[in-house]
Nanobody, 127 residues
Framework: QVQLVESGGGLVQAGGSLRLSCACA??????????MGWFRQAPGKEREFVAG????????DYADSVKGRFTISRDNAKNTVSLQMNSLKPEDTAVYYC??????????????????WGQGTQVTVSS
């Protein structure tokens, strides 16, 4: 059983920053063996990949729309994965989801490769 709990969402003005965190609890699994990812879903749109990180943390991947503005990181000692979001734009408004990926793998933009998801946290960027 894997439980993911996101936090850190909120309302921010364009150009501002937010830091999302995801606390992971997994029974029978070791957090640092698994890739992790962040996805988002805006109203009326499909869920899309935002960022991913390899199980060992040394490899990351980003959607083109967030490259240079967002940074994904993980703390394997604390079983957490974070998303630092800078220079936020109104088009970043969405519900952001943390996702548990595949064992011994690098970042992957395919949502089908993620077995467990958090409940999501709302990010709203005003213009």
């Amino acid at each position: 059983q894997v439980q993911l709990v996101e936090s850190g969402g909120g309302l921010v003005q364009a150009g501002g920053s937010l830091r999302l965190s995801c606390a992971c609890a997994a029974s029978g699994r070791t957090f640092d063996y698994y890739a992790m990812g962040w996805f988002r879903q805006a109203p009326g749109k499909e869920r899309e990949f935002v960022a991913g990180i390899a199980y060992y943390g040394g490899s990351t991947d980003y959607a083109d729309s967030v490259k240079g503005r967002f940074t994904i990181s993980r703390d394997n000692a604390k079983n957490t994965v974070s998303l630092q979001m800078n220079s936020l734009k109104p088009e970043d408004t969405a519900v952001y989801y943390c996702a548990w990926g595949q064992r011994w793998r690098g970042p992957d933009p395919d949502p089908a490769k993620y077995a467990y998801w958090g409940q999501g946290t709302q990010v709203t960027v005003s213009s």
